[in-house]
């Protein structure tokens, strides 16, 4: 399928941001936006020599994840919705039980079949793409606050992950490999994998629902005179970038597929879709 992206006008946020203090910055970032407000403001904070001071968007990515798995999925795939499992909010090895049904799988064929935890969620969505379809290959991130078409999502950060190499050998870089790395996310959140880097002075990258926010920024004289921010949805729309790509490689005979495609995907922004007219 052939697409057409129009991005959306560029948030003024960084203009908002240049001559006001550090400081104030590091306190706007999270309550400008309602989604993964507190991976924003941590960001600035690193970025701009700040101490952390107690951000951690671990539970931000934790919601949003079972949000996909528990909610916004099964309502997709004509499944029934569940409640989001107790206690979610503290993670730890009663969430990593719940998602897999028991100890985390060796064998991820076993385990799509298995109906255990999250499984039949991921076996249904198995079943609508099939290898190939909706697939899209991308280089690593690498370049965090370039705008060129980089893998920048949940599933990229765990792409070493053996269960995620046995996925994309038969079915590729599709929509089971991307849901699988929302599982696979998770679970390390749930072992208190690293949230953040500082790639060097001035340039942060912290981990969010949909991949990785980077924010650059500079202050002199208590004053912020430079910020730069890349969000994940800017790569996911980037020329040549994996939605382009995804459905691409989508069979037209499969475009009422099209908003499980986008839901996967998951664009920050609101997503509508035209059918081109006939020549």
Known sequence: MRVAIAPPVPSPVEAMMLGKSPQEVASLMPRLFNLCGVAQ????????????????????????????????????????????????????????????????????????????????????????????????????????????AQENSPAGRVSND????????????????????????LDRLCQDAPISK?????????????????????????????LSRVTPTDHLLAAGGVLERSFATLPACKADLAPLLVDILDPCVPVLMKEAANA
Request: aromatic fraction near 8%; charge should be positive.
């Open 41 to 148: 403001g941590l960001a600035a904070r690193l970025a701009l020599g700040l101490d952390a001071g107690g951000s951690d968007p671990r539970r931000e990515i934790l919601r949003d994840h079972l949000a996909k798995f528990c909610l916004r999925w099964p309502q997709l795939l004509g499944l029934s919705p569940q409640a989001l499992p107790a206690n979610w909010s503290q993670g730890g090895e009663t969430l990593r039980l719940w998602l897999w049904g028991g100890e985390p799988p060796e064998d991820i064929w076993r385990w799509l079949a298995s109906g255990e935890g999250v499984s039949g969620v991921l076996q249904v969505i198995a079943d609508r793409f099939a290898p190939g379809e909706a697939v899209a290959e991308l280089p690593p991130l690498t370049n965090p606050i370039s705008l060129i």
């Open 162 to 185: 053996p269960r995620m190499r046995m996925i994309e050998d038969r079915y590729g870089r599709g929509p089971l490999w991307r849901a699988l790395g929302r599982a696979i996310d």
């Open 198 to 226: 500082l790639y060097s002075k001035g340039l942060a990258v912290v981990a969010a629902a949909r991949g990785s926010y980077a924010l650059q920024a500079q202050a002199s004289d208590g004053r912020v005179t430079m």
